[in-house]
């Protein structure tokens, strides 16, 4: 099994910075896919950023030039660098990954999500 951990939610105010981390366990051959989503109340989980194996990136219009994914292939851990926050943003961010088992059976992983609040 795959765990994923994530930390730096939490409340700032608009125009505030936060940046999430996500780090993946278990019997981990590679990752593939890291990605971040973010679910507000009434309203379908999205994409926000993703970042592939490549290195190659995509981010949700709503984020372009405010966010910013990384990550860290020797220690499997994302990033979301997020500035400028609106209560637009407001969500549980959730952090996904997908990739192989030493035995190169594929897993697809959810980390439990990450509250983000963005007031005054």
């Known amino acids: 099994q795959v765990k994923l951990v994530e930390s730096g939610g939490g409340l700032v105010q608009p125009g505030g910075s936060l940046r999430l981390s996500c780090a993946a366990s278990?019997?981990?051959?590679?990752?593939?896919?890291m990605g971040w989503y973010r679910q507000a109340p009434g309203k379908q989980r999205e994409l926000v950023a993703a970042?592939?194996?490549?290195?190659?990136?995509n981010d949700a219009d709503s984020v372009k030039g405010r966010f910013t994914i990384s990550r860290d292939n020797a220690k499997n851990t994302v990033k979301l660098q997020m500035n400028s926050l609106s209560p637009e943003d407001a969500a549980v961010y959730y952090c996904?990954?997908?990739?192989?088992?030493?035995?190169?059976?594929?897993?697809?992983?959810w980390g439990p999500g990450t509250q983000v609040t963005v007031s005054s």
């Open positions: 996904k990954t997908e990739g192989n088992y030493h035995d190169m059976r594929r897993f697809d992983a």
């Open positions: 278990g019997s981990i051959f590679s990752i593939n896919f």
């Open positions: 970042i592939h194996s490549s290195g190659s990136t």
